[in-house]
């Protein structure tokens, strides 16, 4: 005992600048009291949190220690290129870090490259520069307390072409179809010293029409995705159709402090314009209603056909949504309509980050109903139909715990094959607003119907989830169709699920019945913890412990020569989502199965349930000792293909 205790003085009278005992030369002391393992730390020196019980270096990088990894006990051997002790003592840990940021930047352009969606160019263009615009002339003022400015008009007569106009960018949908959009769509714009909310509606059908009229202009399909409903049923949802989109129009006219009537000047008054003129005469008087005549593009032309519409009892104004005629005295009207918001420090640190939340899966799942759950009012229209949502529906929403998120409601995703064969331009493009919703999130509700099997597709969404790096959450909607439930049901339905879609058997599962409520508020809980581990960082002292132990546990393989990866050091270079950054010796000595039992180590010690975490392996060669530097370093990534467009990189 006399002599242990010596030893322990010896060990913690050594300075900072002494030579270390590398990491896989340390011996066990499993037969050492438990009372004086802390005798034996100090602050150089971190205590493993197993036995039996080592001593690791805790900056490995500016001592003279060897690398993290290499020979277990007992193991002798040692080779040219497998001793690189003292190598980089004269590096500053902070090398590493910068070296680490560069990486991500790298790894973020390319993947974002890899993933980017069929856009229009010249639309991102015009986006960007709006952008910054409103950037440079305005607060932050949060979009409920914004006034707002409503479209409204019959089907068909531009108004998504007008609200991507005013809002900037290709937010709605176009078609040169009727009844493409359906449900209220929101978007902030601003002219002069005005900043408001633009909403695009539905084309509201007042006349009475027969059902297979409503089904032609609205353009409904009453086969795809309704296999298992019965006639009479899909006989009603038409019938009922027109009725919900109407109702979500007159839900935003209601909030609307000013409204734009439009109707097309091409085809002149119809009896459908006739009647909502009359309709919001008599219903919104205290309202300022101003009518734009569409699809004006000649400016003398213009006038003679706006001025056929003085009969609906509004001063007409020619304008043209796709080139932008008229478009500035329409906004200077609208403009004279609202209050000005006034300056405040009360609006300062009230609207930070808000994550966004995107609802995603295949037709008919439940996405529509979820949302409307979760905000208590019918803010989508709800029906069997297949593609009854088609715009991506951006929602504001405030948790139990005061948190706002953002919930974006998408369109069912089918498969591409299937798309292609309908030849539906629209759904094609809801498709694709579906993929850019996950894109522009932060967590993504993978919704799965409990009775239907997980098929091809629903892996394919994950897979994406997975590549975008967002974090997850697996809605099990529908739970109440399931028959004969027991204590046992939920856990054997895991197992299938974890199965089926092993790429996300990090994520959390949720059972929820979105028609009754039942446990739709868990949505939130999970989403909310997901969004806290995905935010996390770890620091680097735990870190490269864990890193450590998982060495110890199982070291890199060797090669057919000899050679076997080393760990110099490894930090957290970004979040959002979680991305570790590898320094070794050569990254090629590292097999892909050795980096998934890296990150199933870092999964059980460090946690980050709920979002996917990214390994970067960053080689340096010995020639680089002397200058210090990154030169001619080389860097592979563990999972090829992600989007990076969200990494946070912290200092």
Request: aromatic share 8%.
């Amino acid at each position: 005992m006399a002599e242990l205790l010596t030893f322990s003085k010896n060990i913690s009278s050594l300075s900072s600048t002494a030579t270390l005992i590398p990491f896989h030369h340390c011996k066990p002391f499993s037969k050492l009291s438990s009372s004086l393992v802390p005798s034996l730390t100090n602050e150089n020196f971190t205590r493993l949190s197993f036995p039996p019980f080592q001593l690791t270096c805790r900056n490995p990088v500016r001592c003279n220690c060897a690398p993290l990894s290499g020979e277990f006990e007992g193991d002798e051997e040692k080779s040219e290129d497998y001793d690189t002790e003292g190598e980089y003592e004269d590096i500053e840990s902070g090398d590493f870090e910068e070296e680490a940021q560069a990486a991500v930047r790298e790894y973020s352009l390319s993947l974002s490259r890899e993933l980017s969606i069929e856009e229009d160019a010249s639309d991102q263009k015009n986006q960007g520069k709006w952008q910054k615009r409103r950037a440079g002339s305005f607060q932050h003022v949060p979009d409920h307390l914004l006034p707002r400015v409503t479209i409204v008009g019959r089907p068909n007569v531009g108004k998504s072409a007008l609200f991507n106009r005013l809002v900037g960018g290709n937010r709605a949908i176009v078609v040169d179809e009727p009844g493409v959009t359906r449900d209220r769509l929101y978007g902030r714009s601003f002219w002069g010293a005005h900043e408001f909310m633009v909403v695009d509606t539905g084309g509201v059908l007042t006349l009475s029409k027969s059902q297979a009229s409503v089904q032609e202009e609205l353009a409904i399909t009453t086969t795809i995705g309704m296999d298992g409903i019965s006639l009479s049923a899909r006989e009603a949802a038409v019938a009922k159709m027109p009725c919900m989109i109407e109702r979500q129009a007159a839900t935003a006219v209601e909030e609307a402090s000013v409204i734009i009537f439009l109707v097309d000047g091409q085809t002149g008054p119809t009896a459908a314009d006739v009647e909502i003129a009359d309709w919001l005469r008599k219903n919104h008087s205290d309202r300022s209603i101003i009518l734009a005549v569409n699809k004006c593009e000649s400016p003398r032309k213009g006038l003679m056909q706006a001025s056929e519409f003085w009969s609906l009892g509004f001063t007409p104004i020619p304008i043209s949504a796709v080139s932008g005629t008229g478009t500035g005295e329409l906004l200077n009207l609208v403009c004279s309509e609202l209050k000005t918001i006034e300056d405040s420090e009360e609006y300062d640190g009230l609207e930070n980050y808000i994550p966004a939340i995107a609802i995603v899966g295949r037709p008919n799942v439940g996405k529509s109903s979820i949302l409307n759950a979760l905000v208590g009012e019918d803010r989508t229209i709800v029906s069997p139909i297949s593609g009854t949502t088609r715009d991506a529906i951006d929602t504001e929403f405030m948790g139990s715990d005061g948190q706002k998120y953002r919930l974006i409601d998408t369109a069912g995703i089918r498969r591409r094959a299937a798309v292609a064969s309908a030849g539906n331009l629209t759904e094609s493009l809801s498709v694709n607003r579906a993929f850019r919703a996950i894109c522009r999130s932060d967590l993504v509700a993978l919704v799965i119907e409990a009775m239907a099997c997980i098929t091809e597709q629903d892996y394919r969404i994950a897979e994406r989830i997975e590549k975008e790096g967002k974090g997850c959450v697996i809605v099990v909607n529908k739970w109440d169709t399931i028959p004969k439930k027991n204590n046992q049901t939920a856990t054997y339905y895991e197992q299938d699920v974890r199965e089926k879609l092993r790429i996300l058997d990090w994520a959390p599962i949720v059972y929820s019945t979105a028609t009754s409520g039942q446990s739709v508020d868990k949505i939130i809980d999970a989403a909310s913890m997901v969004e806290r581990e995905r935010s996390r960082r770890l620091g680097t002292s735990i870190l490269n412990q864990v890193v450590q132990e998982a060495l110890a546990f199982k070291a890199p393989p060797r090669t057919r020569g000899g050679k076997r990866g080393r760990v110099y050091y490894c930090t957290q270079a970004a979040i959002r989502p979680p991305t570790f950054v590898f320094f070794v010796n050569d990254a090629k000595l590292f097999p892909e199965t050795y980096r998934r039992y890296m990150e199933k180590q870092l999964r059980a010690n460090a946690g980050f349930p709920g979002t996917p975490i990214r390994l970067l392996w960053r080689s340096r060669r010995k020639t680089e000792k002397t200058e210090g530097r990154t030169t001619g370093s080389n860097m592979q990534q563990v999972y090829p293909g992600a989007t990076a467009g969200n990494l946070v990189v912290t200092n």
